[in-house]
């Protein structure tokens, strides 16, 4: 019997919209028409799948579920192909109306990191490695 392997990451939401709408910024192919779906998912690069549920999705099979308060739990990582890109991608997610959580800033591990908040207040990292 092989080991279970990781398939999907699932994120829960309070406005789908919003949410698929920040994801497409960083550039994921999302189904159209999508916004109003409960659940949606998508194939990323390399076979990984990521998935959206709204609040409500969750609550019909789990009614005891509350939203997470107090911190992330886990987040996500985007790489990006330059230290300018993660500057010029943290600027248009903050001027679309996003919240910036950490400005871009040369970090001690050889990298440049910027982190802004999804919708929901998930931090969502940004990344390159330092030329």
């Known amino acids: 019997?092989?080991?279970?392997?990781?398939?999907?990451?699932?994120?829960?939401?309070?406005?789908m919209a919003a949410s698929?709408?920040?994801?497409?910024?960083?550039?994921l192919d999302l189904p159209a028409g999508a916004?109003?779906?409960?659940?949606?998912?998508?194939v990323l690069p390399g076979g990984l799948r990521i998935a959206w549920d709204?609040?409500?999705v969750v609550r019909s099979f789990d009614p005891q579920w509350t939203r997470p308060g107090g911190g992330d739990r886990m987040g996500l990582a985007f790489?990006?192909?330059?230290?300018?890109?993660?500057?010029a991608v943290y600027e248009e997610l903050v001027a679309a109306g996003h919240r910036?959580?950490?400005?871009p800033w040369d970090a001690e591990w050889?990298?440049?990191?910027?982190?802004?908040?999804?919708?929901d207040g998930c931090g969502v990292s940004l990344f390159a490695d330092a030329t």
């Open 1 to 15: 019997m092989n080991a279970p392997r990781l398939d999907l990451v699932g994120l829960v939401v309070a406005d």
């Open 20 to 27: 698929l709408a920040f994801y497409r910024r960083l550039g």
């Open 35 to 42: 916004e109003n779906a409960p659940h949606v998912e998508a």
């Open 54 to 56: 709204t609040e409500e």
């Open 79 to 87: 790489r990006c192909d330059s230290p300018a890109q993660v500057d």
């Open 100 to 103: 910036g959580h950490l400005k």
């Open 110 to 119: 050889g990298q440049r990191y910027a982190v802004v908040l999804d919708p």
